[in-house]
């Protein structure tokens, strides 16, 4: 039986009083599932998933992550749990080579005046670069990467903050957008590595994504938001129809 994992309960937001808003977010995600969120720009997507990973806090409702409320976590026990992928995380490389740049994901794990890495935490970046396949580059530098690359070595921080030799079914990857710009093969490799990860290392994944096709094929739930407002909760099946993606995206479609 799976378990409940994150809870949204009556989750209300808005930027301010006559800003855009969330409005009664209300959705269940247990451990081993595959969401994606979807809907038109400026639906309230990427707030959303903001709001969960506790980036932003000046919300109404309650959070929940593994039973407890979001809040009474601190920002570095949240980060062992979930991991947020924004559209843009390179910025600040500093000309890292890709291993080196990994190693920043076991942070979390470290007191604040400790700068060494031990064999373990180089373990958890060997084992991640075997999980997503980036062997063959990780020598390079980060800023030398091609998009569809970088995507890859930023699915792959997000394991080794996760702590890739632990039990990853309690935890939860989180990503905002990770086809942007990316060709259609790099966009069909980054949802494989997601399916893979959720499929064998049964890690919850929720994934924001304009590509409808691709949510279908790999997601097994979705969410679809409209003007701040949740309109379907379901099977990814049972949400991305014909008639739906008339109604809500304007387009007809087979």
Do not use: W
């Not at 919850?204 to 003007?227: E, F, P, Q, S």
């Amino acid at each position: 039986m799976q378990k409940e994992l994150l809870k949204v309960e009556d989750l209300c937001f808005s930027y301010s009083k006559d800003s855009f808003a969330l409005n009664n977010i209300n959705i269940n995600v247990l451990n081993n599932d595959f969401l994606s969120v979807i809907g038109r720009n400026g639906s309230g997507k990427s707030t959303l998933v903001k709001l969960i990973s506790g980036i932003y806090n000046q919300y109404s409702g309650k959070i929940y992550l593994q039973g407890k409320d979001i809040i009474s976590y601190t920002k570095k026990d949240v980060s062992k749990i979930l991991s947020y992928l924004p559209q843009s995380s390179l910025n600040g490389s500093n000309g890292l080579n890709v291993f080196d740049f990994l190693l920043l994901g076991r942070y979390a794990y470290k007191r604040f005046s400790d700068f060494s890495f031990s064999d373990y935490d180089k373990k958890a970046v060997n084992e991640s670069i075997e999980v997503t396949g980036i062997k063959s580059f990780i020598n390079k530098s980060v800023n030398e990467l091609s998009g569809g690359e970088k995507q890859k070595v930023l699915v792959t921080l997000s394991l080794v903050q996760l702590d890739i030799n632990s039990d990853l079914s309690e935890k939860i990857l989180i990503i905002d957008e990770p086809l942007t710009f990316l060709d259609i093969n790099f966009q069909y490799e980054i949802f494989s590595i997601l399916k893979k990860l959720n499929k064998e290392k049964k890690l919850t994944i929720i994934v924001v994504t304009h590509n409808i096709d691709l949510a279908l094929k790999y997601t097994g739930k979705t969410l679809l938001l409209d003007k701040g407002e949740m309109v379907l909760y379901d099977e990814s099946k049972k949400v991305i129809t014909e008639e739906i993606i008339e109604k809500y995206f304007k387009v007809k479609s087979k």
